[in-house]
């Protein structure tokens, strides 16, 4: 809290100072307002990923890696910058590639997410950015094991506005670590 903090002192409430600080708080919560849309109804990929994880009929440590990084995924801003689509397929790339495992080889031309999502105009850029991302919140929070399997050899990729991020929490559980060779940027299959 800020008056606990050496140093605080409160601003007089008739002060020019507060007046300003004031109207300036206004005008950028106007501003946010306004980049938003107002529009407050956000769409989870929890739902999606579930359906995901069953339609590549993938295990329960796959669902719960990926379920993991979603959560994390909630520390960012990539719920109001991607699809709950795209950002339930880029979870389980990246639990696939920590978890060693290996996702479904491409249906003739189209690849995995493709499949199960075919109407969500996925790329593989796309869910790489995604990835990276939250590779990138890992990096910001100090790094975590799973940083080790992935090391960056370029910045990441973003979508207009992405943000960034990594699962702390996925590894905490006693979950198996990358390890072995690193993946590059791009993510490899």
Not at 6 to 18: A, R, T, V
Not at 62 to 84: G, I, K
Not at 124 to 132: C, V
Request: hydrophobic share 40%.
């Amino acid at each position: 809290r800020c008056k606990d903090k050496p140093g605080y002192q409160k601003l007089d409430s008739e002060s020019k100072e507060f007046w300003e600080l004031k109207e300036e708080l206004l005008v950028n919560e106007r501003v946010l307002l306004q980049q938003l849309g107002f529009d407050f109804l956000v769409e989870h990929p929890y739902r999606y990923l579930l359906k995901f994880v069953k339609a590549l009929k993938g295990k329960k440590d796959l669902a719960q890696m990926a379920w993991n990084f979603v959560n994390d995924t909630l520390r960012t801003t990539l719920c109001l910058r991607d699809t709950p689509e795209a950002i339930a397929a880029a979870t389980i790339l990246l639990a696939s590639k920590s978890l060693k495992l290996q996702l479904p080889p491409p249906k003739g031309d189209k690849p995995w997410f493709e499949c199960i999502c075919p109407n969500a105009n996925l790329s593989l850029e796309r869910l790489e950015a995604i990835s990276h991302h939250l590779l990138d919140l890992y990096e910001q929070q100090g790094g975590s094991k799973l940083q080790e399997g992935f090391q960056r050899h370029a910045p990441a990729p973003r979508p207009a506005g992405a943000p960034a991020g990594a699962p702390a929490a996925a590894m905490a559980g006693g979950a198996p670590q990358p390890a072995g060779q690193p993946a590059k940027r791009p993510l490899e299959g």
